[in-house]
């Protein structure tokens, strides 16, 4: 069966620190991966997508960035936080319709 | 392009009350539609889906129906649980792009004993 694996669950990190961000697949081959943010109260926003290794839409213009050095890994990456950075972060994959989540992780920037 | 309108919440019921989230969706085609699931503190799961009109998801007592007529796939359950307590997304996969899922805002749903 398939499963996604994010980590961490919970971070706090001071403004102008780099952000780190992984998410792995296992299970599957060449899935579409995404990372969505999701404010407090707030719906998903989609930030990044990828189709293969190396393939990265962006979606909305930030100071995030993603990328995929392998099939099933995904990477958030940031060099330098905002404060507006603040969420939680949700990594999912898909190929064929529906879509499988993670954990999620809760970004705290102070 | 593809969207997804949701019923605005926050939603209160009473244990025991019957429940409906509204979705209607704007999109080309024969979009796959579906309904996710968040707990506090956790990713989306899977509630139900519906892949052509006229079909119906069903899943832990909640069902939505495909209509294509009214561009609708209105979220029901005849008895909540306080367990209910979540968020909800509605969603739609258009199957033309590997962008894909696109999700309404989500509706908070609280059940009170």
């Known amino acids: 069966s398939q499963t996604i694996h994010q980590w961490p669950a919970t971070l706090v990190q001071p403004v102008g620190s780099p952000l780190s961000l992984e998410c792995t697949v296992e299970?599957?081959?060449?899935?579409?991966l995404y990372w969505y943010r999701q404010a407090a109260g707030r719906g998903l926003q989609l930030l990044f997508y990828s189709v293969g290794i190396g393939q990265i839409s962006s979606e909305v213009p930030q100071n995030l960035s993603a990328s995929r050095p392998q099939d099933r890994q995904f990477i958030l990456s940031s060099k330098k936080l905002l404060l507006s950075d603040s969420g939680f972060y949700l990594c999912?994959?898909?190929?064929?319709?529906?879509?499988?989540f993670g954990q999620g992780t809760r970004l705290t920037v102070v | 392009g593809n969207s997804v309108t949701q019923m605005e919440g926050p939603v209160t019921l009473s244990e025991e009350a019957f429940l409906t989230i509204n979705c209607t969706y704007t999109a080309t085609g024969y979009p796959s539609l579906f309904w996710y699931v968040q707990y506090p503190g956790e990713g989306l799961q899977l509630l139900l889906k519906?892949?052509?009109?006229?079909d119906k998801g069903s899943n832990k007592g909640f069902e939505a129906t495909y209509r294509k007529e009214t561009t609708s796939f209105h979220l029901e359950k005849g008895s909540v649980q306080v367990s209910d307590s979540a968020v909800y997304f509605c969603a739609l996969n258009p199957l033309n792009s590997a962008r894909q899922l696109t999700f309404g805002s989500g509706t908070q749903l609280t059940v009170l004993p």
């Open positions: 519906a892949t052509k009109a006229d």
């Open positions: 299970g599957t081959s060449n899935p579409n």
């Open positions: 999912a994959w898909s190929t064929r319709g529906e879509a499988f």
